[in-house]
Structures are given as C-alpha cells and as structure tokens.
C-alpha cells in the first residue's frame, strides 16, 4: 500500500483504539475519581465526532461535579450489574438463547479468542461469561493493537478482516439491542447518550473496516 494510504489506516486505527481502550474500560475499570483523569485522557485523541458526542460531555462534567461519580456508578449498577435482575443485560448470549448466560453464543466469541490465543482466567469467568460486553470490547481493542504492531501488509490485513468478522458475526448482532435497552431504561443524561455513542463507534468501525479491505460487501459476506 502506498505511504499515504497505510498512514491514513493508521491513524484511523489508533483512533478506534482509543475509542475501545474508553468503552472497555467503562465496563471493566470501576468509576473512581483517581482513574476518572485517565479515561478523559483518552478521550483527546477521538475524532471530533465521538469527543463532541453528547454521552461524552455529560461524561466529563464529572470534572466539576463529584458527586456525579457515584450517581453514574450507582446507575451502572442499576442497568447493568444488580442486585435486581440489570435493565440492559450486558451479555450477548441473552438476546439470543432464551434470555440465559454461558449459551451458544458465549462458545462462539470463546473460539474466536482462542483463534487469537486469548483466553480468560478462572477468575474472570466466575465474574462474567465470554460474550460480556466489557470482554468484546476488550478483544476489539486487542485486534486494533495487534494490526498495529503488524510486522507487514498481509497480516496488517489478516488482522483487520479477523476483526471484521467477528463484528460481523458477534457486536453487530447485539449491540444496537443492547444501546436500546440503555436509551429506554436509563434515568441519568450520561446513560441516556451511551446507547448512540456505543451505535455511532460500531457504525465508524464498520465503515472504516470497509475501507480498509477494500470489500464494501465484506460484512453482507461474513453474515451469510
């Protein structure tokens, strides 16, 4: 690929990067002051799209306004977490296999770790199934890093088409029911926005993957 054209993959790969290196975080880093400088850190290398998303300005007025901290923790509890069954369950399996956890879907997004050679500790799956989202996230972030690190084209490009499916096959099957479920049963302004936020960075990607492949039918190909 000519220099301009691999240096434009490159930096919208590091922007996606920092865009999963945030949401990850959301759903595996408990919301504290200390680690608050740190995520909004982050958020000053996003596209001008995603930094002016409303859910991240409701974000950062937890700069000014602490006790919003535990109003945003008490509410990701709340649709997420428990002790009450969450509003907006974050596992994939329960949008797909009559509403349980560890169904065929978590066996799915499991293989597609191992294929990478990833795998979750034991601790980690007495905590939460594969097909949480925080662990999508966080595989998403993987493959982005892993592309970047990439030793030529063809496994820069192995890399991007491996991530392209496994939105095709996993993320863009639920995530939109997910954010929907956030839009409808969120109180806070900051949850309320998540839902579109979440939407905008999956549509980015999958747009930006197209490009990248050079295949705007890739992800109509991996469905079917």
């Not at 649709?79 to 399996?93: D, H, I, M, N, Q």
């Amino acid at each position: 690929m000519s220099l301009s054209t691999k240096d434009q993959k490159m930096r919208n790969l590091k922007q996606s990067l920092c865009v999963e290196d945030f949401l990850r975080q959301v759903f595996l880093v408990p919301l504290t002051g200390e680690n608050l400088n740190e995520l909004l850190n982050l958020t000053q290398d996003f596209a001008p799209k995603f930094k002016e998303h409303k859910f991240i300005l409701e974000f950062t007025k937890c700069k000014n306004e602490s006790n919003l901290i535990d109003e945003i923790r008490y509410e990701f509890n709340r649709l997420f977490v428990g002790p009450k069954r969450p509003k907006a369950e974050p596992y994939e399996s329960v949008y797909f296999d009559y509403q349980t956890m560890f169904g065929a879907k978590t066996m799915q997004v499991r293989s597609f770790y191992e294929s990478s050679g990833l795998k979750l500790e034991d601790a980690q799956l007495d905590k939460f199934p594969d097909d949480f989202i925080g662990y999508e996230l966080q595989y998403l972030y993987f493959l982005s890093f892993s592309a970047l690190k990439a030793e030529d084209e063809a496994k820069f490009n192995e890399i991007l088409r491996k991530k392209a499916e496994f939105i095709a096959t996993h993320p863009s099957q639920w995530f939109s029911k997910f954010a929907a479920r956030c839009d409808e049963h969120a109180n806070l302004d900051v949850w309320k926005s998540f839902g579109g936020f979440l939407n905008l960075y999956l549509n980015s990607e999958i747009d930006a993957l197209k490009r990248a492949l050079k295949d705007p039918e890739i992800f109509k190909n991996l469905k079917e």
